[in-house]
């Protein structure tokens, strides 16, 4: 088993520290902030300690397997919201009716888990009955950002040859933009029901939830002619944990403490391009 620590401010002192807990064969540098430890004795208890020092140190420690690359793979499918970018798109709607802190609370909830995300999605949706459907455009230009490292990482996963899908519980309106603007191969989400320019509180269709997001996966990866395990998926909430499940890898930015326990590898400090240290 090889051991990965990386972070953006890690100094060569620290990844060393933390690398000699795990007692490697080999040591390799992969830059100025990340290493891989070859051959580590794995066991629990190893990744319990390692993982506990390296998140008090900000640094991001992933076990996998040797020989591990992106060859491996033949998709990366990312959550929107606070994964592929760094807002969440309805608090940020909801804002503009003054709203955010309500919408916001909702959101938090069912992010963690504690709220089925379905009905959580439908009341902060019905916050926003009256609101102009050019806010929409207004959130799009003013707060939506790409995460830090995503658009290098979608670079070089296509370059490799991978498809790529965005899908997400938000809604259309920016994921359909985003395809076009990082050229991705598919996205699905929700779509908003508006009438005379306003919304109107309702979503129009089913609603993307767990299941949905999920079945996404496995219906693109049967379009390319893919296993479920040949894909990534990277997601931050606890909708996304049943794509998360299928997965050849599953990776958790900047996630919820629920869905870090459970995910293949959490990056929490690096960027979305932290996938790429690893799988080098």
């Known amino acids: 088993m090889n051991l990965v620590l990386q972070g953006p401010q890690a100094s060569h002192d620290t990844l060393d520290r933390l690398a000699a807990l795990a007692a490697p064969a080999r040591v390799v540098r992969l830059g100025d902030h990340a290493i891989r430890c070859e051959d580590v004795p794995f066991s ?3 990744k319990e300690r390692v993982d506990a020092a390296a998140f008090d140190a900000q640094v991001d420690a992933c076990f996998i397997e040797a020989g591990r690359t992106l060859r491996d793979f033949g998709l990366v499918a990312m959550d929107m919201d606070s994964t592929l970018i760094t807002i969440e798109c309805i ?3 909801a804002d503009m009716q003054g709203l955010k802190p309500q ?10 888990g ?20 050019a806010s929409l455009q207004r959130v799009y230009d003013e707060r939506l950002r790409i995460s830090m490292g995503g658009e290098a990482m979608l670079e070089t996963v296509r370059a490799a040859g991978l498809k790529t ?8 309106f920016f994921t359909e933009r985003l395809k076009h603007r990082l050229s991705l191969d598919v996205a699905h989400a929700n779509v908003l029901e508006v009438a005379d320019g306003k919304l109107t509180g309702r979503v129009i269709g089913g609603i993307v939830d767990a299941e949905e997001k999920m ?25 996304d944990l049943r794509m998360m499940g299928i997965a050849g890898l599953s990776v958790a930015f900047r996630a919820k403490p629920v869905v870090r326990a459970q ?18």
């Open 44 to 46: 629990a208890q190893l």
């Open 91 to 93: 608090d940020e709607i």
């Open 103 to 112: 919408v916001a609370e909702i959101t938090e909830a069912a992010m963690r």
């Open 114 to 133: 504690e709220l089925d995300f379905s009905a959580s999605l439908t009341r902060r949706v019905a916050l926003l009955e009256g609101l102009d459907a």
């Open 165 to 172: 899908l965005l899908v997400s519980g938000g809604f259309t």
């Open 215 to 239: 079945r996404t996966v496995q219906r693109v990866c049967a379009g390319y002619g893919l296993d479920p395990r040949q894909a990534i998926v990277m997601g931050d909430g606890a909708n």
């Open 263 to 280: 995910a293949c590898v959490a990056l929490n400090f690096s960027g979305l391009d932290g996938l790429l240290t690893i799988l080098q």
